[in-house]
């Protein structure tokens, strides 16, 4: 990899379980509330999380400089560097533009499937820019969670994009980017993770015993 650096993991779980590789956003690494969160429920049902850090957030908790994103090309190489670290098969997914990377990664021979959080489908109030096209010809099994007020995709916009027939969208009651619902609505952060930790178990488990019955 150019400009070299050594990527930062968090493993969540036993090495001899099932494996999720779970990628963060563009705004904060591995150690965020939410990462956390979704990869303790998961370790909690018996799935092996690993978590890890893109270049540019590496780079961050070195030298505590704020950096925007790598590009693309970048993001993927370090994604597959991390995937290829695993042994045997895994799931791959991440929140928002992590969970991209992991959609754009879904060739490659290690991945059975893959979830996406918070899917970033365009910039808050910039419909125009979608980042979603690949979501039509998606060839695995894969889960978007997505708050229903989500500004980067919400309901309504959602049930009008054309997605592959391997994709699955579920929704957060009343959840915004970070799942998180307004104190009006009835539900809490803590249910909408609790949902969310209960999807991906079943859906991570269904990959892997698809993988084993074939």
């Known amino acids: 990899m150019s400009d070299e650096i050594e990527l930062p993991v968090i493993v969540d779980g036993d090495e001899h379980t099932r494996t999720f590789v779970f990628a963060h956003g ?3 690494g591995k150690d965020h509330e939410f990462m956390q969160d979704v990869a303790k429920g998961l370790s909690d049902n018996g799935i092996r999380v690993v978590r890890f850090d893109f270049p ?7 030298d505590g400089k704020r950096r925007p994103p790598d590009r693309a090309p970048k993001l993927l190489e370090a994604y597959a560097k991390i995937i290829e670290q695993q042994q045997g098969k895994v799931v791959i997914g991440g929140k928002s533009m992590g969970g ?8 490659h021979d290690q991945v059975l499937g893959v979830a996406c959080l918070g899917f970033p489908f365009h910039p808050p109030k910039k419909l125009d ?10 060839s695995k099994p894969t889960l978007i969670l997505q708050g229903e007020r989500d500004t980067f995709g919400n309901r309504e916009e959602v049930s009008e ?14 959840g915004d980017h970070s799942f998180s619902p307004r104190k009006r609505s009835g539900f809490t952060y803590e249910q909408n993770i609790t949902f969310t930790v209960e999807r991906l178990t079943s859906f991570i488990n269904h990959c892997f015993d698809n993988q084993e019955q074939g």
Do not use: P
């Open 26 to 28: 563009a705004g904060a």
């Open 161 to 174: 994009y054309s997605l592959s027939d391997k994709v699955t969208v579920e929704w957060i009651n009343d």
């Open 100 to 107: 991209r990377m992991a959609s754009l990664s879904f060739e």
């Open 129 to 138: 820019k979608f980042k979603g096209e690949h979501l039509a010809d998606i």
């Open 56 to 62: 540019y957030m590496a780079k961050r908790a070195i």
